[in-house]
């Protein structure tokens, strides 16, 4: 069985920095297609990254020169370095495995909330 | 960007019967890389459907997809309470894009 665990949300400062973390059972983070995708009150649903099989990462323009992902192989997980965060990424973020072979997101963590406010 | 736009905002329907979900993107999505998903209040979305209509694992087969081009849907044969929940469409033709979202709520 798939289990996305995520960790590392909490409320930071504009211009503040924070890493997420995904530990991934039941998959080989290194050999899947991995996504962040955040919920904001703003925007709603949003895929924010992807770090491919290949290695090869993309990013929303939204968040595109600040956002970061990575991986870690010996630890099976995923990561998110935010860096200069705004009000508007302000949501909750979930770890999902994907996009898949139609393009959609098979599996879901529960999320963790990051609240960027003054 | 290919923008979904997802309708009604809300739909409110009687157990058991049928509940229809819109979903219309503004460019033709002609790679069938068109989702739903189903999130429960505090929880992660769950998906439902890939590839327009093929019902993922696990999920009742009173859940089907349908559609081509630029009008999709998800239905609910007959609707249960534990049907209420938001339901999303997504798309993979051109980057990664989501609807707003239907409310599926029960009378």
């Known amino acids: 069985e798939v289990q996305l665990v995520e960790s590392g949300g909490g409320l930071v400062q504009p211009g503040g920095s924070l890493r997420l973390s995904c530990e991934a059972t039941?998959?080989?983070?290194?050999?899947?297609?991995m996504s962040w995708v955040r919920q904001t009150p703003g925007q709603g649903m949003e895929w924010v990254s992807r770090?491919?099989?290949?290695?090869?990462?993309d990013y929303a323009d939204s968040v595109r020169g600040r956002f970061s992902t990575s991986s870690a192989t010996s630890k099976n997980t995923l990561y998110l370095q935010m860096d200069n965060l705004r009000v508007e990424d302000t949501g909750i973020y979930y770890c999902v495995r994907g996009p898949a072979l139609w393009g959609d997101f098979d599996h879901w963590g529960q999320g963790t909330l990051v609240t960027v406010s003054s | 960007e290919i923008v979904l736009t997802q309708s009604p905002g809300t739909l409110s329907l009687s157990p058991g019967e049928r509940a229809t979900l819109s979903c219309r993107a503004s460019?033709?999505?002609?790679?069938?890389?068109l989702a739903w998903y189903q999130q429960k209040p505090g929880q992660a979305p769950r998906r439902l459907v890939y590839?327009?209509?093929n019902r993922a694992t696990g999920i009742p087969d009173r859940f089907s997809g349908s559609g081509y081009g630029t009008d999709f849907a998800l239905t609910i044969s007959r609707l249960e309470p534990e049907d209420v929940a938001v339901y999303f469409c997504?798309?993979?033709?051109?980057?990664?894009?989501f609807g707003k979202g239907t409310k599926v709520e029960i009378k």
């Open positions: 770090l491919t099989s290949g290695r090869v990462t």
């Open positions: 460019r033709r999505i002609d790679n069938n890389y």
């Open positions: 039941g998959l080989i983070v290194n050999e899947a297609h």
């Open positions: 590839g327009v209509s």
């Open positions: 997504q798309q993979n033709r051109e980057s990664v894009t």
